[in-house]
């Protein structure tokens, strides 16, 4: 079965500063998709940014890039120029690409950006 | 695009009664719905997912007949809490995938507020 860890349950940082966001997964599979979604207080859950396995580059999405080491089975997101409206628990998520369609969330990050 | 809803936002029964939550996709096709329970500050927990037209598997744990899921169609599922007793009230999220675009991104809901007095 996968898993999926996220080792800081909150993290704070001044506005317009960066901050990185980990995560860790294990998976004995070689295909796969791995997310970070956001919810914020509203607690509408907003997908951020998605990565393919099979893909090297790492994904991005304006203000927000991901790290993805394959060997290493880690997916760390990284915001850059914060803002206040970035305030909101951060979840990591595994979906393998073998029919099983069952989304593996971690247990999250909770981030506040401070004004 | 991709946008879920879900009605209503939030609901308030008494105890022994049922309630039904619908979760719609308004601008695709959702070939599979999935339908989560969310405690305060915790993270989701998939309850059952549904295919169109088909029973839905349900999550270890998971009572099929207190939590009954319909998929009728490709833009709505419903969720019904029969007997709703106080343990049940939480937070319930709906999510759903398409095979229009992937078949491994979900759609989140907004989310029903479920208060059982």
């Known amino acids: 079965a996968q898993t999926v860890t996220q080792s800081q349950p909150e993290m704070s940082v001044q506005e317009a500063e960066t901050v990185t966001l980990s995560c860790t997964y294990d998976?004995?599979?070689?295909?796969?998709?791995l997310f970070w979604y956001k919810q914020p207080p509203s607690r509408q859950m907003i997908l951020v940014i998605r990565?393919?396995?099979?893909?090297?580059q790492n994904a991005t999405e304006n203000r927000f890039s991901v790290n993805f080491q394959k060997a290493a089975k880690s997916f760390s997101l990284k915001i850059s120029d914060s803002q206040l409206g970035d305030t909101a628990m951060y979840f990591c998520?595994?979906?393998?690409?073998?029919?099983?369609?069952?989304?593996?969330f971690g247990t999250g990050t909770r981030l506040t950006i401070i004004p | 695009g991709a946008v879920v809803s879900q009605h209503p936002s939030r609901v308030i029964c008494k105890s022994g009664t049922s309630v039904k939550i619908e979760c719609r996709s308004l601008?695709?096709?959702?070939?599979?719905m999935f339908w989560y329970r969310q405690f305060p500050k915790k993270s989701l927990m998939l309850m059952a997912t549904?295919?169109?037209?088909?029973?839905?598997?349900?999550e270890q744990g998971v009572e099929k007949d207190k939590f009954l899921i319909n998929h009728a169609s490709l833009t709505l599922s419903t969720l019904t809490v029969t007997s709703a007793h106080p343990e049940d009230s939480s937070f319930y999220i709906c999510?759903?995938?398409?095979?229009?675009?992937?078949?491994?991104?979900?759609?989140f809901g907004p989310g029903t507020r479920l208060t059982v007095l």
């Open positions: 999510s759903a995938q398409t095979v229009q675009t992937s078949t491994d991104t979900q759609y």
């Open positions: 998976t004995s599979e070689n295909n796969y998709y």
């Open positions: 990565q393919e396995a099979y893909k090297q």
């Open positions: 998520a595994f979906i393998s690409n073998f029919g099983n369609e069952k989304l593996t």
């Open positions: 601008d695709f096709q959702a070939t599979t």
């Open positions: 549904s295919n169109e037209g088909s029973k839905a598997t349900y």
